[in-house]
T-cell receptor, first 116, second 110 residues
Framework: DAMVIQNPRYQVTQFGKPVTLSCSQT?????MYWYQQKSSQAPKLLFH???????NEADTPDNFQSRRPNTSFCFLDIRSPGLGDAAMYLC???????????????FGPGTRLTVT | AQSVTQPDIHITVSEGASLELRCNYS??????LFWYVQSPGQGLQLLLK??????LVQGIKGFEAEFKRSQSSFNLRKPSVHWSDAAEYFC????????FGKGTHLIIQP
């Protein structure tokens, strides 16, 4: 089945130690998103890739970076995790075409990040 | 800027009873609206969406939602809930990414 896969499902890192979260998709969608969801809160968009074009949300901290080496994969890098970065990180994809079409987003199961 | 309000943080419903979850949005143009459901520790699953056309949209698992432009609302309904419907429900409006409401936690009483 076509899907959005996130690895690992659970990640523990130390304060200040860089960590990378992975997302892959078999849907061949051209847009990939990263959301941060803290406990009992709504998901919040960090950034997205429209094809190869990176789009950062204005309030996303510089500590968060992303890479998309090809259509199928997208990575979230947290350069120096703080205790406040502990959250569920959700990857999503959509198939958008120029002109404003707005297809629904498909979410992966998420990676729960713990910072010790 | 777009925003979504879900006024009910928690709702408790008896199994077999009807359900309505409220959602109000603020968006300058024609909105693309979604309802997602999230079980504990899981990602989000799309229940239904509204882009245009018929204002009453049908979704999966017996859910439906009605878009009312005059009230800026997109309320989710289900005629008879099952215990497996207990979850967190998010309403969202689409701009670049999705802007979510804060969610409604649905509790099902036996």
């Amino acid at each position: 089945d076509a899907m959005v896969i996130q690895n690992p499902r659970y990640q523990v890192t130390q304060f200040g130690k860089p960590v990378t979260l992975s997302c892959s998709q078999t849907l061949n969608h051209n847009v990939m998103y990263w959301y941060q969801q803290k406990s009992s809160q709504a998901p919040k968009l960090l950034f997205h890739y429209y094809d190869k074009d990176f789009n950062n949300e204005a309030d996303t901290p510089d500590n968060f970076q992303s890479r998309r080496p090809n259509t199928s994969f997208c990575f979230l890098d947290i350069r120096s995790p703080g205790l406040g970065d502990a959250a569920m990180y959700l990857c999503a994809t959509s198939r958008d075409i120029a002109g404003g079409s707005s297809y629904e987003q498909y979410f992966g199961p998420g990676t729960r990040l713990t910072v010790t | 800027a777009q925003s979504v309000t879900q006024p009910d943080i928690h709702i408790t419903v008896s199994e077999g009873a009807s359900l309505e979850l409220r959602c109000n949005y603020s968006y300058g143009a024609t909105p693309y609206l979604f309802w997602y459901v999230q079980s504990p520790g899981q990602g989000l699953q799309l229940l239904l969406k509204y882009f245009s056309g018929d204002t009453l949209v049908q979704g999966i698992k017996g859910f439906e939602a009605e878009f009312k432009r005059s009230q800026s609302s997109f309320n989710l309904r289900k005629p008879s809930v099952h215990w497996s419907d207990a979850a967190e429900y998010f309403c969202a409006v689409r701009a670049d990414g999705l802007t979510f409401g804060k969610g409604t936690h649905l509790i099902i009483q036996p």
